[in-house]
């Protein structure tokens, strides 16, 4: 349908699949009402000084397989400077949907009937859902562009929202018209500009939407790391069930016999799943200090794990107090050790003014696995958890806290 504004003299040309009662002059928002003869004649103008909008009447764009035009956009005022933006799609084959725009935050509406509800409910269960009243309001149109199949009112829109994000069911009744119940879903800036690929840019985001959903699914993420630890549990038993702890290599080693050589143990061979192997080590120290390199070599690959350790005891009397720091014997581990033929090549050292202390004793242990491990991961992921579902209960109390029914008082 094409029409020329009389006041502007702007050109509108948009197929429309539907009789038109109602065109707004994109250009200067006059109003024109369709007559009997199927002309257009003069009624108002609405007195709006803002754009249109970033999706203008006549652009296309292909939903669910088929393609749609935006016939008409209607802007609506509530308050005093809340303002969002409802745009018209229709098919080819006169089927309707409807996008709402509001600080940058979308959502695309189908109409529903109205049979499932009756009066005016704070909850409704809805497909498996249940929706919470957000707000109950009354707008009035501030402008509007293209064309419509109903004469819009001048007068006050009623309004009830409910909401179960990403998901939305609204009533709308306008001027002793029947309510129209319409459901609504969240849909992002970037699916907007996919389908519609406007030339104008989008709005950014303001604030939390309506029925923006929250990062993350807080319900299934827990249900999700939850599994994942069964599993490793499960995974780690079956593993681990008949390993038990085994002294693979003990021996004293002396500091004069290897004072300028490595002392090379005996081969061993490790059986099972992959372990931490644990150095302990004890020597004579006595304000002194000795040393302890350690190489574990595998003879199958021939990779060599380093790794080193000193052995401290000093003591004494101060201030009318005694005194300690360190200790004769320490450990340490190689973790993840897998299964294979290995042996060790270790070289001992002392503080040379230490004349009494003779040897080091160097045991090697190959443990029963821990569960250290797997305890750190359940509390990561319970922090993980914690984090997102109070990430979410905060991204709720925001949302809520516009609205006159919010349940986070």
Same mark, same amino acid.
């Given at each position: 349908?094409?029409?020329?504004?009389?006041?502007?003299?702007?050109?509108?040309?948009?197929?429309?699949?539907?009789?038109?009662?109602?065109?707004?002059?994109?250009?200067?928002?006059?109003?024109?009402?369709?007559?009997?003869?199927?002309?257009? =004649?003069?009624?108002?103008?609405?007195?709006?000084?803002?754009?249109?909008?970033?999706?203008?009447?006549?652009?296309?764009?292909?939903?669910?397989?088929?393609?749609?035009?935006?016939?008409?956009?209607?802007?609506?005022?509530?308050?005093?400077?809340?303002?969002?933006?409802?745009?018209i799609?229709?098919?080819?084959?006169?089927?309707?949907l409807?996008l709402?725009?509001?600080?940058?935050?979308?959502?695309?509406?189908?109409?529903?009937?109205?049979?499932?509800?009756?009066?005016?409910?704070?909850?409704?269960?809805?497909?498996?859902?249940?929706?919470?009243?957000?707000?109950?309001?009354?707008?009035?149109?501030?402008?509007?562009?293209?064309?419509?199949?109903?004469?819009?009112? =001048?007068?006050?829109?009623?309004?009830?929202?409910?909401?179960?994000?990403?998901?939305?069911?609204?009533f709308?009744?306008?001027?002793?018209?029947?309510?129209?119940?319409?459901?609504?879903?969240?849909?992002?800036?970037?699916?907007?500009k996919?389908?519609?690929?406007?030339t104008?840019?989008?709005?950014?985001?303001?604030?939390?939407?309506?029925?923006?959903?929250?990062?993350?699914?807080?319900?299934?993420?827990?249900l999700?790391l939850?599994?994942?630890?069964?599993?490793?549990?499960?995974?780690?038993l079956?593993?681990?069930?008949?390993?038990?702890?085994?002294?693979?290599?003990?021996n004293?080693?002396?500091?004069?016999e290897?004072?300028?050589?490595?002392?090379?143990?005996?081969?061993?061979t490790?059986?099972?799943?992959?372990?931490?192997?644990?150095?302990?080590?004890?020597?004579?120290?006595?304000?002194?200090?000795?040393?302890?390199?350690?190489a574990l070599?595998?003879?199958?690959?021939?990779?060599?794990?380093?790794?080193?350790?000193?052995?401290?005891?000093?003591?004494?009397?101060?201030?009318?107090?005694?005194?300690?720091?360190?200790?004769?014997?320490d450990?340490?581990s190689?973790?993840?050790?897998?299964?294979?033929?290995?042996h060790?090549?270790?070289?001992?050292?002392?503080?040379?003014?230490?004349?009494?202390n003779?040897?080091?004793?160097? =045991?090697?242990t190959?443990?029963?696995?821990?569960?250290?491990?797997?305890?750190m991961?359940?509390?990561?992921?319970?922090?993980?958890?914690?984090?997102?579902?109070?990430?979410?209960?905060y991204?709720?109390t925001?949302?809520?806290?516009?609205?006159?029914?919010?349940?986070?008082?």
């Open positions: 349908m094409n029409i020329t504004c009389y006041q502007c003299n702007t050109s509108t040309d948009i197929e429309v699949p539907f009789p038109v009662k109602q065109f707004v002059c994109p250009n200067c928002f006059s109003i024109y009402r369709a007559t009997e003869t199927g002309d257009f =004649t003069f009624k108002d103008k609405y007195k709006y000084d803002k754009e249109i909008g970033c999706l203008t009447p006549g652009l296309k764009g292909t939903l669910e397989g088929e393609e749609y035009t935006i016939t008409g956009v209607v802007i609506k005022n509530y308050q005093v400077d809340y303002y969002w933006r409802e745009y799609l229709a098919s080819a084959t006169a089927k309707f409807y709402s725009e509001a600080n940058g935050h979308w959502i695309l509406l189908r109409e529903i009937p109205d049979d499932f509800v009756k009066g005016h409910p704070k909850i409704i269960d809805y497909n498996d859902k249940v929706f919470k009243l957000y707000d109950i309001a009354r707008p009035r149109i501030a402008a509007a562009a293209g064309f419509f199949d109903v004469s819009l009112p =001048t007068g006050l829109v009623t309004m009830a929202e409910l909401i179960a994000p990403p998901y939305m069911i609204s709308e009744r306008l001027e002793k018209e029947e309510r129209t119940v319409f459901f609504g879903e969240h849909i992002s800036k970037n699916q907007v996919r389908i519609f690929k406007p104008a840019e989008l709005p950014n985001r303001i604030g939390i939407g309506l029925v923006q959903p929250y990062f993350f699914n807080v319900r299934q993420l827990a999700i939850c599994s994942v630890t069964l599993l490793i549990l499960l995974t780690h079956y593993v681990y069930n008949n390993k038990n702890e085994e002294v693979v290599f003990s004293d080693i002396s500091f004069s290897y004072s300028d050589k490595e002392y090379v143990s005996p081969a061993f490790l059986k099972g799943g992959a372990s931490p192997l644990t150095i302990s080590l004890h020597s004579g120290v006595d304000n002194s200090w000795a040393n302890a390199q350690v070599v595998n003879e199958d690959t021939n990779e060599e794990l380093y790794a080193n350790k000193d052995v401290e005891y000093y003591h004494g009397y101060s201030e009318g107090e005694s005194w300690t720091e360190g200790d004769q014997s450990d340490f190689i973790c993840g050790i897998g299964a294979g033929k290995y060790l090549a270790i070289t001992v050292v002392k503080a040379p003014e230490d004349m009494n003779t040897g080091m004793k160097v =045991t090697a190959w443990n029963k696995a821990s569960y250290w491990n797997i305890w991961l359940v509390i990561i992921m319970a922090v993980i958890v914690l984090i997102t579902y109070f990430g979410e209960l991204n709720e925001k949302r809520w806290s516009d609205s006159p029914y919010t349940p986070y008082e």
